[in-house]
């Protein structure tokens, strides 16, 4: 018997491009099939042969109903191919063959697929090299070169049910583009970010049940996704940004296909060649058959433009990572550096009201040793005192963020109370000390204000000081998630920053729905040195 290639799963992921590293040799697809299980069926007796065939870890009805549906692709490693041998060159959807080719003749499959099978050539860059399934009407599939069909399988699924959808890849998926080479200021010495948070997308287009219009009538409900995608597309076609940071709860809680919903937050990005990078949020991986952060984290590393990274094992939380700016080409001097930082999620307990985990040690000494690193690796290589801002991000606020006697708020509004843990890990003091110019958040949908701390009086009187870093709210893009506290709805917004590196400032503002200019316009930094915009300080609306 001919060796055959079998990829192993630790958990439920997708075939995606770095999974192909564990086999030998390149996998083909040589032919697949829809199973169907009864419920009175245990699936583990009734498998196809492992040798041969993988079984896609996706639910084809997304566990409604009783009985249960899998795809089931046979694979063969590249060398170990011969001549007679047939490879799937096509894959087709529908219930009617497609017409016929010249280079054979379709076969039918279970759930209305269609294979075109050729023999061996010698090459495999026209055959089918791997197949995948996402849901949903609206689903996207930002890979290169894979194609996702337009229809569905034909499963008699509930109406309900987000649909079954093949995505295929022919011959060898080409290295992603390389987002870093391009992660520089402009040549004016500019960089801008946009930071979009809470997209909380799902499996399917989703509910919306809070949105109003222009003027602030309320709207019937709608679909969440639809609206999120286009509105997350207008804000990037307006500011054209060099980077954007996903500051958590990408995805919505208890979906039951986290891949799909995922490709659907970053396809805005990639299809516009942005590159971007995520922290995860409390929601993320929440729910049975929501994907580990760690799957999810595999998912995004290796799609195009993408600067996500797991971060050093032994800290903890998947997604502590930093990202350097660099000045103009040719040079290779940072000019700016953003941390981001996973900040975990909820701790259930059944006794006390729920609380959520807080910034670990390990991470805070993670994150003091790679700024003093970078320091004094700048301090050895800058001859020019260029300005240096360095920016972080995570999801969950600091508990600094709660502290209304201490806290002036200097532009947006604190409409609900933070939600953030209850035991200070002292992160913040971390960021005064390392010169950290702002910390940008998520998690609470409706506050979207810039603050500064208060410090304690110096000895001698003198007025409170206020000191950097800056405490700042995202606002929420998703309209999957809330965006009402109480009895009123607010529109969806997103947070832009702006570098410039020329006059060391940093400055921040809010695209927010149907509002045609910037909202809250607020410089942060100045010379290098974090300022408290003069005025009036802004007050906590009532929750």
């Known amino acids: 018997m001919r060796r055959t290639v079998r990829v192993l799963h630790s958990e439920t992921v997708a075939p995606s491009t770095p999974l192909n590293t564990a086999v030998v040799g390149h996998p083909v697809v040589t032919d697949l099939t829809v199973r169907i299980f009864p419920p009175t069926v245990s699936l583990s007796t009734c498998e196809l042969d492992p040798r041969i065939w993988r079984r896609i870890e996706k639910e084809l009805y997304l566990r409604t109903s009783q009985q249960s549906a899998w795809l089931y692709v046979a694979l063969v490693s590249e060398e170990e191919l011969a001549a007679e041998d047939l490879l799937v060159m096509d894959i ?36 089918v ?17 894979w194609t996702l069909m337009q229809s569905s399988l034909q499963l008699n699924a509930q109406s309900e049910v987000p649909v079954a959808r093949l995505s295929v890849l022919h011959g060898r998926a080409k290295p992603r583009p390389n987002a870093r080479a391009a992660l520089r200021v402009d040549q004016d010495g500019r960089f801008k970010i946009v930071q979009i948070s809470d997209t909380h997308m799902t499996t399917g287009v989703g509910v919306c049940k809070d949105a109003i219009d222009a003027h602030g009538n309320f709207r019937p409900e709608l679909e969440a996704d639809t609206l999120t995608v286009n509105f997350i597309g207008k804000i990037l076609d307006v500011e054209k940004p060099n980077l954007v940071i996903l500051t958590g709860d990408q995805l919505h809680h208890d979906i039951p296909d986290s891949q799909s919903a995922l490709f ?29 952060r760690t799957a999810q984290m595999s998912i995004l590393q290796y799609l195009p433009f993408s600067l996500s990274e797991p971060g050093p094992e032994q800290v903890d939380g998947v997604g502590n990572f930093y990202v350097q700016v660099l000045a103009p080409a040719p040079s290779q001097f940072p000019v700016s550096t953003l941390y981001f930082l996973d900040s975990h999620g909820q701790i259930p307990s059944k006794i006390y009201k729920s609380d959520y985990d807080f910034i670990k040690q390990n991470q805070i000494d993670w994150f003091v040793n790679t700024s003093q690193t970078q320091r004094s690796a700048r301090e050895h290589d800058n001859n020019d005192n260029r300005f240096h801002l360095s920016l972080a991000f995570l999801h969950i606020p600091l508990p600094e963020f709660k502290e209304d006697s201490h806290l002036s708020i200097r532009s947006g509004r604190r409409r609900e109370p933070t939600e953030g843990p209850s035991f200070n890990s002292h992160f913040y003091d971390a960021l005064v000390q390392e010169g950290i110019a702002a910390l940008g958040c998520g998690h609470d949908h409706v506050n979207d204000f810039c603050a500064l701390l208060r410090q304690q009086v110096q000895q001698g009187g003198g007025k409170p000081l206020h000191t950097g870093p800056w405490l700042c709210y995202g606002g929420a893009s998703g309209f999957g998630g809330y965006c009402s506290y109480g009895r009123n709805r607010f529109h969806r917004g997103t947070r832009v920053w702006e570098i410039s590196t020329s006059t060391g400032s940093l400055e921040t503002w809010k695209r927010v729905e149907y509002a045609m200019n910037r909202v809250d316009e607020l410089v942060l930094v100045e010379n290098g040195t974090v300022v408290d915009t003069p005025g009036e300080e802004v007050k906590t609306e009532a929750v």
């Open 92 to 127: 087709r959807v529908g219930e009617l063959p497609p017409n016929p080719s010249s280079g054979g003749s379709w076969e039918s499959r279970p759930g209305g697929i269609w294979v075109l099978r050729s023999k061996f050539s010698g090459k495999i860059d026209q055959a």
């Open 129 to 145: 090299t791997e197949v995948d399934v996402l849901f949903g009407k609206d689903a996207v599939d930002p890979r290169p070169q």
């Open 264 to 292: 659907k937050v970053v396809a805005p990005m990639i299809e516009r060649s942005i590159p971007f990078a995520a922290v995860f949020g409390n929601h993320d991986s929440e729910g049975i058959h929501a994907l580990s």
